[in-house]
């Protein structure tokens, strides 16, 4: 178990490196220079080719990567090329935002979407199974960025109940500001969930160890939790530590649309002005994330199957 | 409180199923799965339930315990046990029988146990109705894993069912199914999953563990070997019916049914003369969805005649003792 996670760690790290280098890459065909975008249309070419020098970026690509890496080591991910403040001060600012974000979203849809499968499961061919099926079904194919804007136009034009804009400020009005987006950018995941999981228990609801149980008695509450939904929710693990990017990526248009501070506005905010050390930082740590939250996925799975354990 | 029921069942008999039938829904027209099933299980005694694949050998021991599938029905008679009749249960009188009075064990033990939970947590689970500490019950279940010859018991409590070898599960299996102290203990081709030399001490442990709990068995198998060495009564199936029940001597050294014969002609075991192609029953089951009105095993039987055609055999008592559902059997046809 400790090897795998080593293992997997050094994996992680160089699942990092890569995608780093391909969005550096990226940066580099996207038009518009920074040294430009930073010093206006009316800057001298000399005074351009010597920003340029000062940034790195007459350097060769690679070398540019491999001084972001090396910079990296040293914890210096570098400086807003506009207010010279340090880029991770920067990241580590907005990133609670779009954690808290995330991780609410996470934990209702999942409390949800597990309710409703197992709830659909128990009562296949109910018309609230239907019903379940069909709504799931529905959020799915609806992108988080819709539901936002219908969302702030019921709950916040319309009705006015919730606020629209912000993150608010204090522990109880940032929870009312977190409902809309968490709201938002989750709803799909309780289809997903809830699909995963009804499919999922009913497949085992069949095998002979639930069977087994049954002849001996036990109570039908003791069989589902501990026979059926045990092993059950083991694919909803692992589609919920995958989830995590699609959750990033939607929060960066949910952040924008209620205006909330977050690495997804912090993100577009930068990609706009040019501002490449944001970018790279803001996406490295992200990157960083992902790729923890799939790795703590697959040990959570482990850690539920011990037939799992035995592999790694 | 004991009912005025009319039907008691006789005092050595733990277990009397009386005209049982039991159809299956299907989108293809209703199976006629079992058709007036009539057994007795004697009080710790061994019945012995054989045929081929397909005629009923393990939808009756579902029934047994009231497991059948959803699409399962039973559509008439009744399973009298004590003053129950196990046949009109309601779903929380069942759960009250499973595991007290009545535990099963399945064919395939590598699926029969909670892949996901410790042996030890599992025998623990199953004691939940004994008024108990903790530390009781796990002495228990060591107790009961001995039984079954479990090398090393106390540690095997802490192991996940994928960490034992298959017979070594099935141990597991009959170590559960004892620790309930049932009085009808339900194998349902407990060792066809297994191979050869497991199999052979799995029926001797069975053998010994049921003398020694003195509870009734009734044991599924195709496998006839076993069936011998086991049990005490048996019961022939073919197409969902009983064709030939009796004592295991009768029924092994005086075969009357013609389908009897076939299938011990049939056992490798018995084959005397060295062949180089196995015996077979040539021919396959009738469409249970609409079972024949004659002899249902008329088409594949040797000596079928006229009358098998029209008229459905009843139980005629046979030489030996046995009962045989076959005309060739009846009195009256050996006067004519």
């Not at chain 2, 203990?185 to 003195?214: C, H, N, S, Y």
Request: hydrophobic fraction near 50%.
């Amino acid at each position: 178990m400790l090897f795998y996670t080593a293992q997997r760690l050094v994996l992680s790290v160089v699942i990092v490196m890569v995608a780093v280098s391909i969005l550096t890459l990226m940066l580099h065909v996207v038009p518009g220079d920074p040294a430009v975008m930073i010093l206006g249309p009316r800057a001298t070419p000399e005074l351009i080719e010597r920003t340029r020098e000062a940034m790195g970026l007459d350097r060769p690509l690679p070398v540019q990567i491999l001084m972001f890496f090396a910079n990296i080591l040293r914890g210096d991910l570098g400086e807003d090329v506009f207010t010279g403040r340090a880029v991770s001060q920067i990241v580590f600012e907005q990133l609670p935002y779009t954690m808290i974000l995330i991780s609410v979203a996470i934990l209702w849809s999942a409390a949800c979407g597990i309710a409703l499968g197992a709830y659909s499961a128990l009562r296949r061919n109910t018309w609230l199974d239907t019903l379940s099926g069909v709504v799931s079904v529905g959020t799915i194919s609806i992108p988080a960025f819709v539901m936002a804007l219908y969302s702030v136009l019921i709950f916040a034009v319309w009705l006015g109940w919730l606020p629209a804009i912000g993150a608010g400020d204090g522990f109880l009005d940032g929870i009312v500001h977190l409902i809309l987006p968490a709201f938002a950018i989750g709803v799909a995941w309780v289809g997903y969930i809830a699909r995963i999981v009804r499919a999922s228990m009913l497949e085992v609801m069949t095998q002979p160890h639930v069977r087994m149980a049954r002849a001996f008695g036990l109570p039908d509450r003791r069989i589902t939790r501990s026979h059926i939904l045990k092993i059950a929710v083991l694919p909803a693990v692992t589609l919920i530590g995958t989830g995590v990017a699609h959750l990033f990526s939607a929060a960066v248009f949910v952040e924008v649309i209620f205006a909330r501070p977050g690495i997804g506005a912090l993100l577009v905010g930068a990609v706009n002005e040019r501002n490449y050390p944001i970018v790279l930082g803001a996406v490295l740590i992200t990157t960083c994330i992902i790729v923890l939250a799939t790795l703590i996925s697959d040990l959570v799975v482990a850690l539920l199957d011990p037939r799992q354990r035995e592999d790694i | 409180m004991s009912t005025q029921s009319t039907a008691a069942p006789a005092d050595d008999t733990l277990l009397a199923v009386e005209g049982l039938s039991v159809d299956f829904e299907t989108p293809r027209g209703t199976i006629h799965a079992l058709r007036d099933i009539d057994l007795t299980v004697p009080k710790g005694k061994v019945l012995g339930i054989v045929g081929e694949s397909g005629c009923g050998k393990s939808t009756l021991a579902y029934s047994l315990i009231g497991l059948l599938a959803e699409n399962a029905r039973v559509a008439s008679g009744a399973i009298r046990m004590g003053d129950h009749d196990l046949a009109r249960l309601a779903p929380s009188a069942w759960r009250d029988l499973r595991g007290t009075r009545i535990a099963m064990i399945f064919q395939d033990p590598m699926t029969a146990l909670n892949p996901v939970t410790t042996i030890g947590q599992q025998m623990l689970d199953i004691q939940y109705r004994d008024r108990i500490g903790r530390n009781a019950k796990r002495a228990r279940a060591i107790e009961f894993l001995e039984q079954v010859q479990i090398p090393d018991a106390a540690s095997k409590l802490a192991a996940y069912p994928h960490q034992l070898s298959g017979g070594m599960r099935q141990r597991v299996c009959i170590a559960m199914a004892l620790l309930t102290q049932p009085d009808l203990l339900i194998a349902d081709e407990p060792t066809t999953a297994l191979d050869a030399t497991l199999e052979m001490q799995i029926v001797a442990l069975l053998r010994d563990l049921q003398r020694k709990f003195g509870c009734s068995v009734v044991f599924v198998s195709h496998h006839l070997g076993t069936v011998a060495e086991l049990c005490d009564d048996v019961a022939v199936m073919y197409a969902g019916e009983v064709v030939e029940r009796g004592t295991a001597r009768a029924l092994f050294h005086d075969p009357q049914h013609p389908y009897t014969q076939a299938l011990l002609d049939c056992d490798p075991a018995r084959i005397k003369v060295a062949t180089r192609t196995l015996p077979t029953i040539p021919g396959t089951l009738p469409d249970l969805r609409q079972p024949p009105a004659g002899c249902a095993f008329r088409a594949r039987c040797p000596r079928s005649w006229g009358r098998c055609e029209r008229d459905h055999p009843p139980l005629y008592p046979g030489a030996a003792g046995q009962r045989v559902r076959c005309h060739l059997s009846d009195p009256a046809e050996d006067a004519a």
